[in-house]
């Protein structure tokens, strides 16, 4: 049965940062493209960072320079850096493989606000 658990977001004033952390069960996570997607109110979930099972990583424009994704492939858990944060970084934050086959935890919220 694959499952994520989200964990790390909460409110931060514009220009800080957080740490978002994922543990997933899932089967042969080394071997998956794993990413952080975003989901605004009243807009459609949205990928924001992914990485392969190279390490590579490829992020969507908006965040590029400000977010890091990471993945501990011992520990089963992909990681998000989000520094320089902005209120329109609003949103629940979900990991899940890419693509995603559906497949979602309970997500994390983030709040960017002064």
């Known amino acids: 049965q694959v499952q994520f658990v989200e964990s790390g977001g909460g409110l931060v004033q514009p220009g800080g940062s957080l740490s978002l952390s994922c543990a997933a069960s899932?089967?042969?996570?080394?071997?998956?493209?794993m990413g952080w997607y975003r989901q605004a109110p009243g807009k459609q979930r949205e990928l924001v960072a992914r990485i392969m099972k190279s390490g590579d990583t490829i992020y969507e424009n908006s965040v590029k320079g400000r977010f890091t994704i990471s993945r501990d492939n011992a520990k089963n858990t992909v990681y998000l850096q989000m520094n320089s944060l902005k209120p329109e970084d609003t949103a629940v934050y979900y990991c899940?493989?890419?693509?995603?086959?559906?497949?979602w935890g309970q997500g994390t919220q983030v709040t960017v606000s002064s």
């Open positions: 899932i089967t042969f996570f080394g071997r998956r493209i």
């Open positions: 899940s493989t890419v693509p995603s086959w559906g497949s």
